[in-house]
């Protein structure tokens, strides 16, 4: 079936057969389509990043409330100590401002009674006699305020002095405590081997993880290293995982040693051979569990970080081994989370990557097919002008046999005897005889 097709510039007609018509019905709906899928990708992209901000803005949001919530927690606490102190401070001014009234007081009486004096006698000890008991009755009662003042006051005194004694008593317990577990730790050591002072250590960390291997790590490995494949081993290794996964492990030494050790060693001797081993068991972290410079302010404050010598590696006292495995354990729990969330956006970015490589991919072929169909179009247009100019130079031809045509039968029109006799006289003279004998007989009729 052939279409018409007008050309909206030249308003000329052209005769399109059904499947030209209908690859130029399908050019436009692609660039219909193309525009639609740009639009549909720019909306994508534009939800994608308000849906990053929005998280970030929630992270944000929470951070800052839990900072605010800290800082009016302390402030309270700067306050009640405040007000504690000026409470102690005004009765303190009090108890010196009644005193300071009280001799004042004292004083003017004194002069007063001496300048009654230098009067009578008999008006002088009456006068003194009253003077005295009335001032004795206001120094009573005067007395009795700084004695009621005196009393609130200690009490006041007394409940600060209860709070420091009480602090000052808890501080005393939890020293005597480390003492008597510093005296506890030297008096086994000395009664030990040192073998058995480093097998002791390690039996007390294996008894601390046992006691809550059922209630807090339920799904953990935590068990002596006894692969020597590699040369060395260390002392524990702690696995853990979720769903199957392995989300942390940590490689543990126990050093330990008798006080009466002539080469007394330190913690940095052993970092670099538990890196070592660290690595070859494929650990993602190591833990030093020491008793060693058993004076040093720094391994006993807390868990001590090393990382800056080597990776994600700790030194710590044996009464932060099971807190350094929580603490490792929830921050990787977190990272799982994360994890699944950064999967989660991992596959969305890959979706979107496979959407694009499929529309880049229908792009090229689209392309191509319109590229060809460009060219056989072209083609086809080109033939039909080579067709226009032959019919064009056929029409001409036509026009001019045409034209010949008509002179040559204006030529045989024009023609008559008398021209073709012109320059035969001989023809000319039989015509004239046939003539001349074809009007005879009419006149013998007449």
Same mark, same amino acid.
């Given at each position: 079936?052939?279409?018409?097709?007008?050309?909206?510039?030249?308003?000329?007609?052209?005769?399109?057969?059904?499947?030209?018509?209908?690859?130029?019905?399908?050019?436009?709906?692609?660039?219909?389509?193309?525009?639609?899928?740009?639009?549909? +990708?720019?909306?994508?992209? &534009?939800?994608?990043?308000?849906?990053?901000?929005?998280?970030?803005?929630?992270?944000?949001?929470?951070?800052?409330?839990?900072?605010?919530?800290?800082?009016?927690?302390?402030?309270?606490? @700067?306050?009640?100590?405040?007000?504690?102190?000026?409470?102690?401070?005004? *009765?303190?001014?009090?108890?010196?401002?009644?005193?300071?009234?009280?001799?004042?007081?004292? @004083?003017?009486?004194?002069?007063?009674?001496?300048?009654?004096?230098?009067?009578?006698?008999?008006?002088? *000890?009456?006068?003194?006699?009253?003077?005295?008991?009335?001032?004795?009755?206001?120094?009573? +009662?005067?007395?009795?305020?700084?004695?009621?003042?005196?009393?609130?006051?200690?009490?006041?005194?007394?409940?600060?002095?209860?709070?420091?004694?009480?602090?000052?008593?808890?501080?005393?317990?939890?020293?005597?405590?480390?003492? %008597?577990?510093? &005296?506890?730790? *030297?008096?086994?050591?000395?009664?030990?081997?040192?073998?058995?002072?480093?097998?002791?250590?390690?039996?007390?960390?294996?008894?601390?993880?046992?006691?809550?291997?059922?209630?807090?790590?339920?799904?953990?490995?935590?068990?002596?290293?006894?692969?020597?494949?590699?040369?060395?081993?260390?002392?524990?290794?702690?696995?853990?995982?979720?769903?199957?996964?392995?989300?942390?492990?940590?490689?543990?030494?126990?050093?330990?040693?008798?006080?009466?050790?002539?080469?007394?060693?330190?913690?940095?001797?052993?970092?670099? +051979?538990?890196?070592?081993?660290?690595?070859?068991?494929?650990?993602?972290?190591?833990?030093?569990?020491?008793?060693?410079?058993?004076?040093? +302010?720094?391994?006993?404050?807390?868990?001590?970080?090393?990382?800056?010598?080597?990776?994600?590696?700790?030194?710590?006292?044996?009464?932060?081994?099971?807190?350094?495995?929580?603490?490792?354990?929830?921050?990787?729990?977190?990272?799982? %989370?994360?994890?699944?969330?950064?999967?989660?956006?991992?596959?969305?970015?890959?979706?979107?990557?496979?959407?694009?490589?499929?529309?880049?991919?229908?792009?090229?072929?689209?392309?191509?097919?319109? @590229?060809?169909?460009?060219?056989?179009?072209?083609?086809?247009? @080109?033939?039909?002008?080579?067709?226009?100019?032959?019919?064009?130079?056929?029409?001409?031809?036509?026009?001019?046999?045409?034209?010949?045509?008509?002179?040559?039968?204006?030529?045989?029109?024009?023609?008559?005897?008398?021209?073709?006799?012109?320059?035969?006289?001989?023809?000319?003279?039989?015509? &004239?005889?046939?003539?001349?004998?074809?009007? %005879?007989?009419?006149?013998?009729?007449?």
């Amino acid at each position: 079936m052939v279409q018409e097709i007008k050309c909206p510039k030249c308003g000329e007609i052209f005769l399109v057969d059904e499947s030209g018509y209908a690859q130029i019905v399908q050019q436009i709906r692609d660039k219909e389509f193309e525009k639609e899928l740009k639009r549909r +990708e720019k909306d994508m992209e &534009e939800k994608k990043k308000n849906d990053l901000e929005l998280i970030r803005m929630k992270q944000e949001e929470e951070l800052n409330k839990k900072l605010s919530d800290k800082k009016l927690e302390l402030s309270e606490r @700067d306050k009640v100590i405040e007000q504690l102190r000026e409470q102690i401070n005004g *009765k303190e001014t009090e108890k010196k401002l009644a005193l300071s009234v009280v001799e004042n007081e004292k @004083d003017k009486i004194i002069e007063e009674l001496k300048g009654k004096l230098k009067n009578s006698d008999t008006e002088k *000890k009456l006068a003194i006699s009253s003077a005295v008991q009335k001032k004795e009755q206001e120094i009573s +009662e005067k007395i009795n305020q700084i004695t009621e003042l005196e009393g609130k006051l200690s009490s006041k005194e007394t409940e600060s002095k209860l709070k420091v004694e009480t602090l000052q008593k808890q501080h005393e317990n939890e020293l005597k405590r480390k003492e %008597e577990q510093i &005296e506890y730790y *030297k008096d086994f050591k000395a009664r030990q081997s040192t073998k058995m002072v480093g097998e002791s250590l390690e039996q007390h960390c294996l008894n601390q993880f046992n006691s809550l291997r059922m209630t807090a790590f339920p799904t953990a490995y935590f068990e002596k290293d006894n692969d020597v494949r590699t040369g060395s081993k260390g002392d524990f290794i702690f696995r853990d995982s979720v769903d199957g996964v392995e989300v942390i492990s940590i490689m543990f030494e126990m050093k330990n040693e008798m006080d009466e050790t002539a080469t007394k060693h330190k913690n940095e001797d052993f970092l670099k +051979e538990l890196d070592k081993d660290r690595r070859e068991k494929k650990c993602e972290y190591a833990v030093l569990v020491s008793l060693l410079e058993i004076d040093n +302010e720094l391994y006993n404050n807390g868990i001590v970080d090393v990382s800056y010598k080597y990776e994600k590696m700790y030194v710590i006292r044996p009464q932060f081994f099971i807190p350094i495995i929580t603490l490792l354990r929830n921050a990787a729990l977190n990272a799982v %989370e994360y994890r699944k969330e950064l999967e989660v956006v991992r596959n969305q970015q890959v979706d979107i990557l496979h959407f694009e490589e499929n529309m880049n991919t229908f792009k090229e072929g689209f392309a191509r097919n319109y @590229d060809i169909a460009s060219r056989k179009f072209k083609t086809a247009i @080109d033939e039909i002008d080579k067709t226009i100019q032959h019919l064009q130079k056929t029409r001409e031809a036509l026009l001019s046999s045409e034209n010949q045509l008509r002179l040559a039968n204006n030529k045989a029109e024009d023609l008559s005897i008398k021209k073709l006799t012109k320059n035969a006289p001989i023809v000319k003279e039989m015509f &004239e005889e046939l003539r001349g004998n074809k009007t %005879e007989p009419v006149g013998d009729g007449n």
